[in-house]
C-alpha cells in the first residue's frame, strides 16, 4: 500500500532541493498551490496526470518518488544502467566506466577536505 504521506514528503524534498516553490511548482503543473499543498502533506491523493507532470516538472523519476527502500528502487536503477550500456561499444563503456571512477575518487577527495 502506498503511504501518501512519505510520497508527498518526496514530492516537498525534491522540490526544496531544487530551490523550488510550491507556486512554481503548482504553475509548472497546472494545479493550485494549494492542491501541491495537500499533495505534500498526504491530505490528497494526485492524479496519475497529476503525478506525472510533477515528475515532469522536478525532473525526477517516479521510482525516486514511489520507493519506500533502495532495494526497491535497485532494479529499476540497475535496468536503467543496462539501458544506458546496451548499445555501447566496448570502449565507450570503459570509457565511461573510468569517467564514473575518476569523479568518484574526485568527489570524496572533495569530502575529505571539507
Known amino acids: 500500500m502506498i503511504d501518501y504521506k512519505d510520497v508527498g514528503a518526496r514530492i516537498r524534498s525534491v522540490r526544496q532541493r531544487q530551490k523550488m516553490t510550491q507556486e512554481r511548482l503548482a504553475d509548472a503543473v497546472g494545479v493550485g498551490v494549494t492542491h501541491i499543498s495537500h499533495i505534500e502533506t498526504g491530505n490528497s491523493i494526485p492524479s496519475l496526470q497529476v503525478f506525472v ?58 569530502r575529505v577536505e571539507e
Open 53 to 110: 507532470d510533477i515528475l515532469n516538472a522536478l525532473d525526477c523519476s517516479a521510482d525516486e518518488l514511489l520507493c519506500l527502500e533502495l532495494e526497491q528502487a535497485k532494479p529499476q536503477f540497475d535496468s536503467w544502467i543496462k539501458g544506458i550500456f546496451a548499445d555501447c561499444t566496448e570502449k565507450e563503456r570503459k570509457l565511461i566506466v573510468d569517467t564514473i571512477l575518476a569523479l568518484k575518487a574526485s568527489m570524496r577527495r572533495l
